[in-house]
C-alpha cells in the first residue's frame, strides 16, 4: 500500500515563509505533487517533482528527496488569499497510474 | 482549464437506492479518477481508468463500481447507498505522459447525501 503524512495544520503571519512537509511510503514512485484547494472549491495543481531537487514557481517552490521519501512545499510572501489546504500525493507508475492524495494540510494566514 | 463536468452537482438520496454519478470530460485526456473528500481523510481513490474499459481499484471501493465505455465519460455508480457514502465526490482527469501522472485536473464536485 502506501501512506503519506502531512501536518494537519498550519499558522503563518502575511509576508511570512511557511513549510509544509511531507512524507510517503509507496511502491513504484514516479513524482510528488502539491495541490491548493479552497474551501467549497475543487483542488489546483501547484507543482510537480520527478527529480530530487527545488522546483520553484513564482513564490511557491517544492523539493523532493526521493532517498528520504520526504518533500516540502514553500510558500513565501504570503498572503491572506493563500489560506486553504495543500495536499501532497504521489504518483505511482507501471501499466496503470495512480495518483494518491495526502490527507491534507490547513494553512491558516493571520494578519 | 481542462473542460471536466460532473453531474449532478448536488443529490439527495435514500439508504438501499443505486445512484450514479457521472464525469464528463472534453480534453481526451487518457486517464481518469474518482475520489470522495471527508474531513480528516483527505482525498480518498476509490476508482481510476486508464483507458476506456480499463479500470482499476483505489484504496476505497468497496461499495463502488465504475465504467468508462468511452473516452470522455467515467461513470461512479453506488450500488446500494449507505449513510457513510455521504461525502464529496471529485472526478480528476489527466492527458498521460506515457503511464505517468503529473498535473491532475479536478471537476467542481458532486455533494452527495444518504438519508
Known amino acids: ?111 | 482549464d481542462a473542460g471536466i463536468t460532473q453531474s449532478p452537482r448536488h443529490k439527495v438520496t435514500e439508504t438501499g437506492t443505486p445512484v450514479t454519478l457521472r464525469c464528463h470530460q472534453t480534453e481526451n485526456h487518457r486517464y481518469m479518477y474518482w475520489y470522495r473528500q471527508d474531513p480528516g481523510h483527505g482525498l480518498r481513490l476509490i476508482h481510476y481508468s486508464y483507458g476506456v474499459k480499463d479500470t482499476d481499484k483505489g484504496e476505497v471501493s468497496d461499495g463502488y463500481s465504475v465504467s468508462r465505455s468511452k473516452t470522455e465519460d467515467f461513470l461512479l455508480t453506488l450500488e446500494s447507498a449507505t449513510s457513510s457514502q455521504t461525502s464529496v465526490y471529485f472526478c480528476a482527469t489527466n492527458p498521460g505522459t506515457g503511464t505517468i501522472v503529473t498535473e491532475a485536473f479536478f471537476g467542481q464536485g458532486t455533494r452527495l447525501t444518504v438519508v
Not at chain 1, 13 to 31: D, K
Not at chain 1, 55 to 69: C, I, N, Y
Open chain 1, 1 to 111: 500500500g502506501q501512506s503519506l503524512e502531512q501536518p494537519s495544520e498550519v499558522t503563518a503571519v502575511e509576508g511570512a515563509i511557511v513549510q509544509i512537509n511531507c512524507t510517503y511510503q509507496t511502491s513504484g514512485f514516479y513524482g510528488l505533487s502539491w495541490y491548493q484547494q479552497h474551501d467549497g472549491g475543487a483542488p489546483t495543481f501547484l507543482s510537480y517533482n520527478a527529480l530530487d531537487g527545488l522546483e520553484e514557481t513564482g513564490r511557491f517552490s517544492s523539493f523532493l528527496s526521493r532517498s528520504d521519501s520526504y518533500g516540502y512545499l514553500l510558500l513565501q510572501e504570503l498572503q491572506m488569499k493563500d489560506s486553504a489546504s495543500y495536499f501532497c500525493a504521489v504518483s505511482q507508475g507501471g501499466t496503470a497510474s495512480k495518483l494518491t492524495f495526502g490527507t491534507g494540510t490547513r494553512l491558516q494566514v493571520t494578519l
